[in-house]
């Protein structure tokens, strides 16, 4: 086998090994390199802006924000109600019997004296009640003086009988006394004498006895003609009231004053207990009677004062009664001040209630938005914060801590709880 020579082995090698694949390639020009760099640190700047300038896109954007800025000044510890007028005194008029309206006398508004005729009722069921009534005491009062007749026929025949038998017990003693003494004499025996002696006895007895019997049945008929007497006096009482009844058929005013909430019309049917209306008596005096929030509940105390278009008033009574979430004060002016002449029951006046005396604070407008975590405005996004919020009244709120006099808020409600939104 021929050897080969050491080139041939050499070439071998290099042609395995690859290295007679490789070239020099020219070196990159400086300023090439350098419009490289550039270009790439453009593109980055450019990446880095538009992800920074996609980034709030991404937050939960306020669409109608509102805004406003805490102030320093002065809290007003006051509530805002709307009061309605009505007088101090006033008289309900509740229905007192059932019926049908058959006539109307007065209407809404009018000034009515005590005793006037308000309206006229009709009741076809009192009628016959009062009738069957009537009828009732004139038979009872029928039967009394039946017994009366009775009794007066039975005292005169008992009169009669008792003559009789009177009459009789004095033949009896005189035959008696006649025998007696002629017996004495011997022109009698002693059995006629012992005949006229039983005789006397007898008629002394029967006379005792119908003496006894008659007073008897006196008193019988007495308690009898008594208890009818008292039934019929029922009765007529019974129909007294059936007659006062009716007489309220015809409701009169109980005192003077004028008519509000007096809506009745011919034809309607009331029972007793409905509320017909009122009678206002505007000559004592008018009040404010409004509603306020159960929160305030604590802090309603009489003697807090109100100011009105109509003056200074006095908080005098808290109603405790609390009714979908609302309780009811009662507001007077002073003694010393006689309220407006125009005033009118049912009228509205708007009052501010002050709780206590105004203070200097930082204070923020009320909104659905202010609650211990609400949103401050940074730039152009709103950041959620936590605060602390006082006292609430008049559409203002105390801020405690939290905030800075000149910080913009968001008062609105926000689309969510998130810890950043964005502005539109």
Known sequence: MPLKSPLHAV?????????????????????????????????AAMGLGVALWQRPSQL??????????VVAGEFRDELAVRARVEPIRSVLLD???????????????EWVEAQTPLYRLHSPEQEQL???????????????????????????????????????????????????????????????????QRQHSLATQLLKQAREDQRFEAEIRQ?????????????????????????RLTQLAPTAGRLSGFHLQVGASIRPGDRLGRIDDVTGGMQLRAQIDEYY????????????????????????QVQDGKVQVILQWPESVSPPSNLRP????????????????????????????????????????????????????????GLQPGDEVLISQPPSDAERLALP
Do not use: C
Not at 60 to 69: C, F, G, I, M, W
Not at 95 to 109: I, L, N, S
């Open 130 to 196: 009062l009738m069957e009534r009537s009828a009732e005491v004139a038979q009872q009062i029928a039967n009394v003086s039946i017994q009366r007749s009775a009794q007066a026929a039975s005292l005169a025949q008992s009169r009669r009988e008792l003559a009789q038998l009177q009459a009789s017990q004095q033949q009896a003693e005189s035959e008696y006394e006649r025998v007696a003494q002629l017996t004495g004499k011997g022109f009698m025996s002693v059995a006629a004498l012992e005949q006229a």
């Open 346 to 401: 049912g009228q509205t006046l708007e009052a501010r209630l002050q709780l206590s005396l105004p203070s200097p604070a930082l204070v923020l407008p009320e909104g659905p938005g202010v609650q211990s975590q609400l949103y401050v405005r940074a730039g152009e996004q709103l950041v959620r914060r936590n605060v602390r919020l006082g006292r609430r009244a008049a559409g203002r709120v105390e801020v405690l801590a």
């Open 223 to 247: 308690r009898s003609l008594d208890e009818m007497a008292r039934a019929v006096e029922g009765l007529q009482h019974g129909l007294e009231l059936l007659e006062r009844a009716r007489e």
């Open 60 to 69: 939960d954007v306020v669409s109608v924000p509102q805004l406003a800025k």
């Open 297 to 320: 509940l604590p802090r309603l105390e009489p003697g807090l004062t109100a100011d009105s278009s109509s003056g200074a008033l006095t908080l005098t009574q808290t109603l405790p």
């Open 95 to 109: 229905a007192a019997e059932a019926g049908r309206v058959e006539a109307v006398f007065v209407r809404e508004g």
């Open 11 to 43: 070439d071998a090698s290099a042609v395995q090994s690859g290295v007679s694949m490789d070239r020099h390639l020219p070196k990159t020009p400086q300023w090439r390199q350098n419009l490289l760099r550039a270009l790439i640190t453009g593109v």
